[in-house]
């Protein structure tokens, strides 16, 4: 019930494509999906959030979709671009409430290739 | 602000050596994880403090593993003995709070148990 499930593996897009990069989950508790973006050698760090309150959030070229009822969001990278090439991290967390509060669990990573 | 802080950044040990890893979360963060990488099962949480409490440690491999969180600006994971199937990232991350805020990774520790 914790497992946060992430698709694909591995992408390549070409210069100006969209990346779309999906998450699923079981536990209707989670109410906090964030994803986080990691470059070689450094560690993951946030790109953008959502809470299950509102059904789509958008910060730039990067956009959450979420879908509730179904129990998955994903990630849309618009006019992708080389520099956005990185390993992508979808993750889960339970805000208030029950034992395993604001405990962080990450999907098993997306490594995107955009290629110039 | 510094962020996280890790120590040592790399580390190469042979197998059977006790090794030990160290974390100092962001000043007024008071939830810190503990993470393992490798490229078979991602980011894997480990153990996860909250006010220097271990609350979630089931992820911890084996008795192998401890972590401790003595104070709010320093926490120690320990492999006692090293195998070489430890040979992974380890990150600790922190955040403010246990709700919708952000977890802020250190640089990570490679290590490699040989």
């Known amino acids: 019930q914790q497992q946060v499930k992430q698709s694909p593996q591995s992408l390549i897009v070409q210069k100006g494509g969209i990346s779309i990069i999906n998450c699923a989950y079981e536990?209707?508790?989670?109410?906090?999906f964030p994803w986080y973006q990691q470059f070689p050698g450094k560690g993951p760090a946030l790109l953008i959030a959502?809470?299950?309150?509102?059904s789509e959030k958008k910060e730039g070229r990067f956009t959450i979709s979420f879908n509730k009822s179904a129990k998955q969001f994903s990630l849309h990278i618009m006019d992708s671009q080389p520099g956005d090439s990185a390993t992508y991290f979808c993750?889960?967390?339970?805000?208030?409430?029950?034992?395993?509060?604001?405990?962080?669990?990450f999907g098993q990573g997306t490594i995107l290739t955009v290629h110039p | 602000d510094a962020g996280v802080i890790q120590s040592p950044r790399h580390e190469v040990t042979e197998m059977g050596q006790e090794v030990t890893l160290r974390c100092k979360p962001i000043s007024g963060h008071n939830s810190l994880f503990w993470y393992r990488q490798t490229m078979m099962r991602g980011l894997e949480l480990l153990i996860y403090f909250n006010n220097n409490v271990p609350i979630d440690d089931s992820g911890m491999p084996e008795d192998r593993f401890s972590a401790k969180m003595p104070n709010a600006s320093f926490s120690t994971l320990k492999i006692q003995p090293s195998e070489p199937r430890d040979s992974a990232v380890y990150f600790c991350?922190?955040?403010?709070?246990?709700?919708?805020?952000?977890?802020?990774f250190g640089q990570g520790t490679r290590l490699t148990v040989v």
């Open positions: 991350a922190s955040r403010r709070g246990q709700g919708y805020t952000e977890a802020f």
């Open positions: 959502i809470r299950p309150d509102v």
């Open positions: 536990n209707t508790a989670f109410d906090y």
């Open positions: 993750a889960a967390s339970m805000a208030a409430g029950g034992t395993s509060y604001g405990k962080l669990t």
